[in-house]
């Protein structure tokens, strides 16, 4: 639906151009949430205006539908902007127009007459809810609800393609909630490709497909949210991942491994459930079967687009061969294990 | 107050009001299109054109460092061809307009400035034409603050208006320069300047209503 082909973009500036962008090659599929996740100053905001050439590429090629958009410029290039909506962070919500004049803008370009305008103005509004709100102004609106007419103004000349540029980060947590939540419905219901920015690895989470992590103008790190977000592998990624999913033992824990003599026998581990594994039984079914104990130390399990994703860390107590026998049944049911350490005897019962 | 003194009041209010009125919609006429092209001709806007946007910017700073009283007077020629005198009502009303122009085009930049450029960008997004930018989104919402500056403009040409006055243009200024100054007549020009003061708090009156009614960014309503 979108490629993007080794896209780069520089800024003149007094001391010479500087790169924004460097060599960003990306192609997002029909229909799909695509995150685009960086810290501020990674060059996300300049990429999406590129894909509708708000900014001008340096170098490079974009193309949307199909349709080569590099070249464009004038009535073409205003052509194919009616096929892409864009949501912005701070609304721009015209303040003179209402709700309604605001939704009606992008038809009016079009040149649609008034009766079909008002019509497609009623089904937006239905869209996102505010039919109530047609006549407000936007100053008499709340954060949310100006996201949402900003939503249905960018849906109004039914594009094909949803930029949404840091669209929930002037909002609070619960309205973010509610409009990623329609951005998802929209894009099940509309079958509509979305492009998302940001800088919270929360909104890609909730609602992305996959995502692409920018640092410093380039993609370091690329694929399914739930790859990405349980193997990350690079630095500002484990970062970006760290804020919504806490993998880390608490510092309690982790000095004690640290203290630790690295003969004593009690085994600290790390199991990761992905998937199906993560509605069996398997730990109690060790127990039984192999006589090994476990002490919970840690653990942690969240939902990544529906799908679990958990971890464990246990010191686990037993004769050896119970432990090797533990381990290798794991393995065979393919979860991840990472032996963290030994420590010494808990100091606390066994559970 | 003489019955002749009302009369001659009057009449001298009419000349004012025609003065100033025609000033105002000729001088509106030229001023907003050319401070809507000072603000959008600039480098990097939706119509950059630096060679003319530095061109009209310096005719514009020009008329408006020259005196008023000076203006007047350097084009009567110009004022001999458009009107055919110099003398008169209708003859002040040009140096009014080319002074007013360039002071309009100024307030209405800088209105247009104060336009959110996430606006122009959203309306970029959307696909709209420059003139589509200029019609539907940049003037709507610098209407308050258009409005406002329209009536400074009004204030102001009718201060001009009473120098204009002063050769011979007619109007308040003239009644009060002739029979206040020039007769001894202190009553006369109690009453110029009463009526101007009046004129004067009508007209701010009035604009204050219009942009506080055009202004929807801050009405606040108990539905949020």
């Avoid at chain 2, 603000?39 to 119509?47: A, E």
């Avoid at chain 2, 004067?200 to 929807?216: F, P």
């Amino acid at each position: 639906m979108i490629v993007i082909d080794d896209l780069e973009k520089e800024f003149g500036g007094p001391s010479g151009p500087s790169p924004v962008l460097r060599g960003i090659s990306l192609s997002i599929e029909k229909g799909e949430v695509f995150g685009i996740i960086g810290r501020s100053g990674a060059g996300k905001s300049t990429l999406v205006r590129c894909i509708n050439l708000l900014e001008r590429p340096t170098r490079g090629r974009i193309s949307v539908a199909g349709r080569e958009l590099s070249g464009l410029s004038g009535a073409a290039l205003r052509a194919a902007r009616h096929d892409i909506g864009m949501v912005f962070q701070h609304f721009n919500l015209l303040s003179s127009r209402t709700v309604q004049g605001n939704v009606a803008l992008p038809l009016e370009l079009v040149g649609l007459s008034r009766a079909e305008r008002l019509r497609r103005v009623d089904e937006m509004l239905e869209l996102v809810g505010l039919t109530d709100k047609r006549d407000s102004y936007p100053a008499q609106l709340s954060g949310g609800q100006k996201q949402r007419v900003g939503i249905a103004r960018a849906l109004a000349s039914r594009p094909s393609v949803l930029l949404c540029d840091e669209a929930t980060s002037a909002l609070d947590p619960e309205t973010t909630k509610s409009i990623l939540a329609l951005l998802a419905e929209i894009n099940r219901t509309l079958k509509l490709t979305i492009v998302l920015i940001t800088h919270e690895m929360q909104v890609v989470r909730e609602i992305a497909d996959r995502v692409a992590v920018l640092d410093q103008g380039r993609v370091v790190e690329q694929g399914r949210v739930f790859d990405v977000l349980t193997q990350p592998t690079h630095a500002i990624t484990r970062a970006l991942v760290r804020e919504v999913l806490n993998l880390e033992l608490p510092e309690r824990v982790s000095a004690r491994l640290r203290h630790s003599p690295q003969t004593s026998p009690g085994l600290v581990m790390r199991i990761t459930f992905t998937g199906p594994s993560a509605n069996e039984p398997i730990m109690s079914d060790i127990v039984r079967r192999f006589g090994v104990s476990f002490n919970i130390l840690h653990g942690h399990i969240d939902y990544i687009q529906n799908a679990p994703y958990g971890t464990l860390t246990v010191e686990a107590g037993g004769s050896e061969a119970g432990l090797q026998a533990a381990l290798d049944f794991l393995r065979i049911k393919s979860l991840k294990v990472e032996i963290l350490g030994r420590v010494a005897a808990p100091d606390r019962a066994v559970a | 107050m003489s019955q002749r003194l009302i009369e001659l009041l009057l009449e001298a209010l009419w000349e004012t009001l025609a003065m100033v009125g025609v000033s105002t919609v000729l001088a509106t006429l030229i001023g907003v299109p050319l401070g809507i092209l000072l603000l959008v001709t600039q480098p990097g806007h939706i119509l950059s054109r630096p060679t003319f946007n530095r061109i009209a910017g310096a005719v514009v700073n020009a008329t408006r460092s020259t005196p008023f009283i000076i203006l007047m007077v350097a084009i009567i020629p110009l004022t001999r061809m458009l009107v055919g005198t110099s003398i008169g009502t209708a003859a002040a009303t040009v140096p009014l307009v080319i002074a007013a122009a360039p002071f309009v085009a100024r307030l209405v930049e800088s209105s247009l400035r104060e336009v959110d450029s996430g606006l122009v960008e959203a309306a970029q997004a959307m696909g709209a034409s420059p003139l589509q930018i200029i019609v539907k989104v940049l003037v709507p919402e610098a209407l308050p603050g258009i409005a406002a500056g329209l009536t400074i403009t009004v204030v102001s040409l009718i201060g001009y208006s009473a120098m204009a006055g002063a050769v011979g243009g007619g109007g308040l200024g003239d009644l009060g320069i002739r029979y206040g100054y020039q007769r001894f007549q202190g009553e006369v020009m109690l009453a110029v300047v009463a009526v101007l003061i009046v004129l004067v708090q009508l007209v701010q009156s009035l604009g204050d209503y219009a942009a506080r009614r055009l202004n929807k960014r801050e009405r606040s309503q108990a539905n949020r």
